[in-house]
């Protein structure tokens, strides 16, 4: 067996995994996968072919048989009513469990890897965005029959910005005060847009908005494309839970509307593509069109807005109490990304006209 990279574990967690999906550790190899900073993946080669093998973070996912059931209950449903979708689901393990806890490792489960299929890093081309907001919407409208009620939550709250921002505001008082100094300037441009938490509690209290099945993790990376570049399915759906519709336009929007990431430095490069924005709207009302009511239609660039806001409170959140939730890879990077998020939502609000 060969492993590369696989950081915090010993050399005895993999071999276990591999037996207990039935692998022989002479002939597997283990390689780091993909660039999620929440849960960690390895790419899996045997003979019998590849997989995917992912260890759930606990601290974030803290019921992780909640996802489990979840992709359960979905699973079944889309077998009964849409057979020739292709739903990525957890394996089985030689005692017949789709999930894997292993006390010195954490949680595990095993995918297949899609013969054929590639998933994309960075949105190049309008047509990406299309086709990624075109697999989003059709698998929030495969399971609309579904009563997303039946779902468990996997993260409470997750998308619930006035639950974020109160967050922030806890953070402001209890915080690291040199952190908090420090950002004032920043915090005060994230208070002048108050009125995005102030519409999303009227959505909430709308009956025009539904709750419906939403995977909330929309980045391009989570959708698997085949060989000419069309849409095949969405992968990582463990955030999928109950929710609005403006939780996946708005992170499409956050994630594809700028030709840089979010961790981008320079902010001059940050800038608001209408081509990509148009490619979300379109993709998505393809499939969803005629399941959104008239109000849901008319918040689109609401969702960008709504999204972005929430990740620069959430980036900064975790600066001030000293990176708690998503670490950094050097001094400040949470401080960084909040400005670049904060910098995305103001080059879309010049585009409201
Ligand atoms: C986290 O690890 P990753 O990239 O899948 C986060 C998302 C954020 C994103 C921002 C469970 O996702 O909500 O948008 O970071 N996921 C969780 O980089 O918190
Ligand atoms: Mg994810």
Redesign the pocket.
Known sequence: MSYASLPGFSDLILPQLLQAYGFSEQTAAITSFGS????HTWKVTTPEGDFILQRINHA?FKEPEAIAFNLELIGEYLEQTHPDYLFTRPMTSTDGSNLIYLPEGGYFRLFAFVAGSHSIDVVQTADQAYEAAKQFGRFTRLLTGLDASRLRTT?PD?HNITLRFEQFQDALKNGNPERIKESAALTRRLLSHTDIVDTYNRICSSPAFSIRVTH??T?ISNVLFDQQDKGLCVI?L??VMPGYFISDVG?MMRTYLSPVS?EEKDFSKIEVRDDMFTAIVNGYSEEMRDHLSEEERGQFFYAGCFLIYM?AL?FLTSYLNNDAY?GSAYPGQNRVRTENQLVLLERLLEKRK
């Open positions: 999620g900073l929440i849960n974030v993260i997750f909330h993790d980045k990582d463990d955030t992170d979010e990740q959430r998503y």
